[in-house]
């Protein structure tokens, strides 16, 4: 019976257009745990990204994190540290740079919100950070609730 069905790729469903009444949804978010990015935070950004003010994270291009590993629709499971309680998240955009000039504000706003570009830690922090690495991958995150 078709409301039995649970449809994971949109791709290959289409043939269910056929039949009167079944909806296509448009974006399935489906958090796959087998296959997902690892994201360690400290308490602070653990926190902004909780509380909405913060949704990209950058990251230097690495073995870890670059265009092959951070992909669109990728789940990330996001954790305070290495503690058990884990967050989830699917990443949405993503898109790299080679300074943090090139940021676009709106985009720097939500990746190293306003309440904290002032602090002097944060501060020395991403300036130390942004001296590491020639190339940063920036990556929009949608928390999934359970």
């Known amino acids: 019976m078709i409301d039995d069905l649970e449809i994971i790729n949109v791709t290959k469903q289409t043939k269910l257009d056929q039949y009167e009444g079944v909806e296509i949804p448009q974006n399935i978010c489906k958090i796959h745990k087998e296959n997902r990015l690892f994201l360690p ?3 602070t950004w653990y ?10 994270e950058i990251r230097g291009v690495s073995d870890t994190f670059n265009q092959k590993t951070v992909k669109i629709g990728r789940s990330i499971e996001i954790r305070k540290g290495y503690q058990n309680d884990s967050i989830w ?3 949405k955009d993503k898109f ?4 943090i000039q090139e940021i676009p504000k709106p985009i720097y706003d939500k990746t ?9 830690e944060v501060t020395k922090f991403i300036n130390e950070y942004f001296k590491k ?3 940063f ?3 929009r995150i949608e928390i999934q609730s359970d």
């Open 41 to 43: 935070l400290n308490q």
């Open 47 to 56: 926190n902004l990204l909780l509380e909405g003010q913060k949704e990209w």
């Open 89 to 91: 998240g699917i990443i």
């Open 96 to 99: 790299t740079v080679n300074s």
């Open 112 to 120: 190293i919100p306003p309440s904290v570009q002032e602090d002097p």
């Open 133 to 135: 690495y020639d190339k």
């Open 137 to 139: 991958i920036l990556f």
